[in-house]
């Protein structure tokens, strides 16, 4: 049914629901499990490049120890996780990843906002749910 299921994290505790659902899911299917973190670059276009590189590094950094974590849970549940850390806009990454990595599916996690802070904010969840071509997996998270 699934062979690779694409769960991207932010390394948030919030996160780690999803990071459940996937491996379970993978558990369950045999699958391997892609964990994906994204290096939003968006927000920095205006630094300096001696200060972006610098905390390109630390934004490197923090997104491999967010794929290790994924990484060592699967390993306590004996499923197979490959680590990526990508750079650029969350949504992009995910929707390209899923392409890349021929994954065909996606378990990602949602905060549930609505109105106008969903409108302000953007969600890269409700993006790639709507131009995955997989299925996409939803796990409300923060609850």
């Known amino acids: 049914m699934y062979d690779r299921i694409l769960v991207p994290t932010d390394g948030s505790p919030e ?13 369950l299917t045999g699958a391997t499990v892609v964990a994906l973190y994204a290096v939003d670059t968006r927000d920095y276009s205006a630094l300096p490049e001696s200060k972006w590189t610098t905390l390109q590094d630390e934004l490197y950094a923090e997104g491999e120890e ?41 378990v ?21 749910v709507r131009h995955a071509g997989v299925p996409v997996m939803v796990v409300r998270v923060g609850e």
């Open 15 to 27: 996160s780690e629901e999803a990071i459940d659902e996937a491996i379970e899911l993978a558990e």
């Open 66 to 106: 967010a794929v290790a974590a994924v990484a060592e849970r699967g390993e306590d549940a004996g499923v197979t996780v490959e680590k990526i850390v990508a750079e650029g806009s969350p949504h992009e990454v995910i929707l390209d990843t899923v392409t890349e990595e021929d994954c065909d599916a996606v």
């Open 108 to 128: 990602m996690g949602t905060h549930g906002r609505s109105g106008v802070e969903r409108f302000l904010l953007g969600s890269v969840t409700e993006r790639v």
